[in-house]
Nanobody
């Protein structure tokens, strides 16, 4: 069974930074497009960013462009989401998900992690 594991969430002040990581023990991620999605309190889930497999094409939601950076290290079988200039509205549970190579910001995604909480507050 494929299991994605997110890490790196936490509490940060507005303007601060966090780096999320998505790993998949025993499962190779390099074939898949990997996305980061989030669901804030009282909000619907939204796509934040996505990175394709070998080519590494990236996609970002307008709300995070210029602040978030997605990257992948296939040697470490890990995908990262660097989040800078965080705002209170970025508060959400962040999920990573794996989909076919053609997946983009909204998917489709076949495998999901359990999520990691990011709270931006002073």
């Amino acid at each position: 069974q494929v299991q994605l594991v997110e890490s790196g969430g936490g509490l940060v002040q507005p303007g601060g930074s966090l780096r999320l990581a998505c790993a998949a023990p025993g499962f190779m991620l390099d074939y898949y497009a990997i996305g980061w999605l989030r669901q804030g309190p009282g909000k619907e889930r939204e796509g934040v960013s996505c990175i394709s497999n070998s080519v590494g094409t990236t996609y970002y939601a307008d709300s995070v462009k210029g602040r978030f950076t997605i990257s992948r290290d296939n040697a470490k079988n890990t995908v990262y989401l660097q989040m800078d200039s965080l705002r209170t509205e970025d508060t959400a549970v962040y999920y990573c998900a794996a989909g076919p190579p053609t997946a983009t910001l909204l998917g489709p995604y076949d495998y999901w992690g359990q999520g990691t909480q990011v709270t931006v507050s002073s």
